[in-house]
């Protein structure tokens, strides 16, 4: 097999160089060691009509990495446009944040068009092609359209909004009728997968059987793989990052005072504000923590450019200043905010250092940092994961402390409790929460996927050929569906 993954950001960084965004972070590893041809955005762009798309190609491991110069006219309206204010707020149930034209829509499907054509260059006989985000609804549509006949997945790494809130993006029927050209659409929970058939069912009239479309396509099955990390090599970073500078800085620095963390990009999705507001709220109420806590937010900028980020970014800078103002002594800061990134290892260093992980996104596909958190603590000394429940990472995460994010109250009770478990509970806590993270590895999801990409289009294809043969008798599906060892995906 050869398969071709395709998502708009790549990365070629090792786990010494930071990295933006759990997609790129998560494939990198499984990429490599796959020899899979990883394809995406260069981050450039380029003039002229390019009959033949610009490619740089490097070695990535086992496989290689393409990285596509985009069209120039077309870019802004995909990425900053119909991409980032339009699917990204409504995927996030925002739709207050869509700000999107008819131009916009336009570049999007030009570039999802451009990478079709793109894509022609890798195809060989064998070749599966594995699509990412939300970047790319409609590649799937436009392969097809090039006649590619060849299997086609595509997973979606944010949520599933409901029927009513994805009907408020502009173009949205067209969009998810591309997507039933996909063999297999992956999501990350049963509620996104449920949404999304719940949406297709009622707007576009479709017929769904166990999970499965039927469209002119042929047939879209719709499955949920939550994405995994590798908590062995997370571990072994975060033992490893005890003696990095960054690390052992932070450690000595904290005068035995005790730290949380939050990891994030500055999104209005991961509900900053919200925990900031809380942590403010647990310093008013329970003073006694002053100066024996503190939280360190490292919150990576991105989207600078879209007004709803950079309002964020101001918003924020303005919290964060006040409430160090308010509470802060001369020997004291109550928040270390951090607009940059840091490596995989020295991350997994810092998590190990915090007693509490905080994770409280308003809405979020899965959040790896959560896991990440987890899979950095010393087992004999592991520190407490405060939790959104409308994380997807919740669903498996469950004995970590859920929260809502909304209940800023709440959160600050839950913060302080966290700081003073006891450590019984927090042993219990975490090794439950491990032995998920070791049943559903990134390993894992990669390869379930695939595996399920294969048979869905072999079945597809298998009753292609029995409705051209005029059988009266097919009937959908051909075979049920398990994964080798027993079924991770459903
Ligand atoms: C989320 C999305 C990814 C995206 C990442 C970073 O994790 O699901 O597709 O790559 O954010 O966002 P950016 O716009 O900087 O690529």
């Given at each position: 097999m050869n398969l071709v993954v395709v998502s708009n950001r790549v990365s070629r960084a090792s786990a010494n160089e930071p990295m933006t965004g759990g997609l790129a972070a998560a494939l990198l590893p499984v990429v490599e060691k796959s020899g899979a041809i990883w394809v995406g955005s260069s981050g450039r762009v380029r003039d002229g009509a390019q009959k033949e798309p610009f490619a740089e190609i490097e070695a990535l491991g086992a496989g290689a990495l393409a990285m596509l110069d985009l069209p120039a006219a077309h870019y802004a309206g995909y990425y900053?446009?119909?991409?980032?204010?339009?699917l990204w707020p409504a995927l996030h149930s925002r739709t207050d944040l869509i700000r999107s034209s008819h131009d916009d829509y336009q570049s999007y499907r030009e570039v999802n068009s451009f990478m079709a054509r793109a894509l022609l260059r890798f195809r060989k006989l064998e070749t599966v092609f594995w699509i990412q985000d939300y970047h790319f609804l409609a590649l799937g549509a436009e392969l097809r359209d090039l006649g590619v006949t060849h299997p086609i997945g595509f997973f979606l790494h944010t949520p599933w909004p409901t029927r009513a809130i994805f009907s408020g993006v502009p173009h949205h029927r067209e969009l998810v009728e591309a997507m039933l050209a996909y063999d297999l659409i992956g999501f990350q929970t049963d509620d996104d997968r449920d949404n999304f058939l719940s949406y297709v069912e009622s707007e576009l009239g479709l017929e769904i059987t166990g999970g499965i479309v039927a469209s002119r396509f042929g047939h879209s099955r719709c499955a949920v793989f939550p994405i995994g990390i590798d908590p062995a090599k997370f571990a072994a970073h975060a033992a490893k990052a005890a003696s990095h500078p960054d690390v052992s800085r932070l450690r000595r620095s904290l005068n035995g005072e005790k730290l949380a963390i939050g990891v994030d990009r500055?999104?209005?999705?991961?509900g900053l504000v919200n925990r900031i507001e809380a942590f403010d709220r647990m310093l008013t109420l329970q003073p006694q923590l002053k100066r024996a806590v503190s939280l360190l937010q490292i919150a990576t900028l991105s989207r600078g450019t879209i007004e709803a980020y950079g309002d964020l970014q101001d918003q924020l800078a303005k919290l964060v200043s006040d409430v160090n103002g308010r509470h802060g002594e001369v020997d004291w800061t109550p928040i270390r905010y951090l607009n940059k990134g840091f490596s995989q290892t020295v991350l997994a260093g810092l998590y190990r250092t915090a007693q509490v992980g905080l994770v409280t996104p308003l809405h979020d596909g899965m959040n790896l940092v959560a896991k990440e958190y987890v899979a950095a603590q010393n087992p004999v000394d592991p520190g407490v994961l405060v939790l959104s429940k409308f994380a997807g990472a919740a669903q498996e995460l469950d004995t970590a402390l859920l929260v809502n994010p909304h209940d800023i109250d709440g959160m600050a009770r839950t913060i302080a409790m966290a700081f003073s478990m006891p450590l019984l509970e927090r042993r219990m806590r975490w090794e439950a929460m491990m032995a998920k993270l070791r049943a559903g590895t990134i390993q894992d999801w990669f390869a379930d996927f695939v595996d399920a990409l294969q048979d869905a289009h072999a079945a597809n294809d298998k009753a292609a050929a029995l409705t051209l043969a005029g059988d009266p008798a097919v009937v959908w599906p051909l075979r049920s569906y398990s994964a080798p060892g027993g079924s991770r995906y459903h």
């Open positions: 900053e446009g119909f991409a980032n204010s339009a500055v999104d209005y999705s991961k």
